[in-house]
């Protein structure tokens, strides 16, 4: 998250800005060019999937729209929107989320693989269960909305 708050991810655009390639289309939606910011949250494939996340936690109308601004600024201005105790749940899902994205924009340059956002959305969500199941308490509320659960039952003897 530090690469990405600072703009030091190797995107697109950095690789072709560097000589690296020629081609600094996203690779999500091949509609812009692929920057961190366009990527996390301006891409129409990572909107559809913010959407499907927050929504499933009430925070519809925390998705990010189409507009000229970057994780971190989107982010702050949405967690002062929260009551202060939903800022830690908010937190957990915007880190899984960003890195899921992330991991899908890898899949596709590197492995030329392609998932859905459903897909992606599926994968997020077993991603959250098991880092519950490492012990990640902030991701627990996230997890009941989800409608999941950790998989662990106490045993009574």
């Known amino acids: 998250m530090w690469l990405v ?3 030091r991810c190797w995107t697109a655009a950095r690789r072709k800005r560097h000589g690296l390639q020629e081609d600094d289309t996203c690779i999500l939606c091949a509609q812009e060019v692929e920057s961190i910011s366009h990527l996390l949250v301006r891409c129409v494939f990572a909107r559809e999937v913010w959407h499907r996340v927050l929504s499933r936690l009430g925070w519809h109308t925390l998705v990010p729209l189409n507009g000229g601004y970057d994780l971190a600024s989107w982010w702050s201005s949405s967690r002062k929107k929260l009551q202060k105790d939903d800022r830690k749940c908010f937190d957990s899902p915007v880190l899984l989320t960003s890195w899921t994205i ?6 596709r340059t590197f492995d030329h693989q392609s998932r859905s956002v459903f897909e992606v959305t599926s994968g997020l969500e077993d ?3 098991t880092w519950g199941l490492a ?7 996230f997890v009941v909305a989800l409608g999941r659960s950790f998989g662990r039952f106490l045993v009574h003897m």
Request: aromatic content about 6%.
């Open 135 to 141: 012990g990640h308490s902030s991701i627990t509320s």
């Open 102 to 107: 992330w991991l899908e924009r890898n899949r």
């Open 5 to 7: 708050l600072h703009d």
């Open 127 to 129: 991603e959250a269960v």
